[in-house]
Structure formats: structure tokens, C-alpha cells
């Protein structure tokens, strides 16, 4: 059974950065591309960050210069790196990975809450 845990969410001032991470346990063959959405209610889940198992990275172009997504590939975990938050960035923050188990799949953490306070 495959795990995709994150950690790091919490509250924080506009103006102010919070790490999100996320670690992909249990058996597996392989994690291709990873990636961080977020969605707020009654909306749809947005891509925030994506990176391949080589480090090349996609970001939304909203996000450009303020998200900074990285991973690492021996602790099978992806990190997302927020600066200068705003009050428009509050949401679940869902890890995604791309994982060879008897195929290849999409699987999802359980989300981590991301409050910006003005």
C-alpha cells in the first residue's frame, strides 16, 4: 500500500513562507513526475508545481517567483517552498506522485491546510 503523507501546513502572516513536504511510503517500482495542487471550496483543484525526476520544473504563472517546488528522489519526497504569501494563497495544499506499482497511476496525500492571514 502506497502513502503519500504531508506535513507542514499551518497558519502564517501575509508576507510569510512555509515549506510543505510530502513523503511517498510503501512498495513501489518507481515515482515519475510530482507534483503540489491546491483547491479552495467550491472550486476546482488547481496545479500549482510540478517537477520531473530529473529536477525540471513547472510552475503556475501566478506562482512564478514566490513557489519554489523541489524533490529528493532517495527519501521519495517532494518539498514545496512558499515565500511572501498572500491571503489569496489560503487552501489544501494535495500532494500528487506518479507511481509504478503493478502499473503506472496517480496517487494523492490526504492535504495539508495553508491559512494566510492579512
Known amino acids: 500500500q502506497v502513502q503519500l503523507v504531508e506535513s507542514g501546513g499551518g497558519l502564517v502572516q501575509a508576507g510569510g513562507s512555509l515549506r510543505l513536504s510530502c513523503v511517498v511510503s510503501?512498495?513501489?517500482?518507481?515515482?515519475?513526475?510530482m507534483a503540489w495542487y491546491r483547491q479552495v471550496p467550491g472550486k476546482q483543484r488547481d496545479l500549482v508545481a510540478s517537477?520531473?525526476?530529473?529536477?525540471?520544473?513547472n510552475y503556475a504563472d501566478s506562482l512564478k517567483g514566490r513557489f519554489t517546488i523541489s524533490r529528493d528522489n532517495v527519501k521519495n519526497t517532494v518539498y514545496l517552498q512558499m515565500d511572501n504569501l498572500k491571503p489569496e494563497d489560503t487552501a489544501v495544499y494535495y500532494c500528487?506522485?506518479?507511481?509504478?506499482?503493478?502499473?503506472?497511476?496517480?496517487?494523492w496525500g490526504q492535504g495539508a491546510q495553508v491559512t494566510v492571514s492579512s
Open positions: 500528487n506522485a506518479r507511481i509504478l506499482i503493478a502499473y503506472w497511476a496517480d496517487y
Open positions: 510503501g512498495r513501489f517500482g518507481g515515482i515519475l513526475t
Open positions: 517537477i520531473t525526476t530529473g529536477g525540471g520544473a
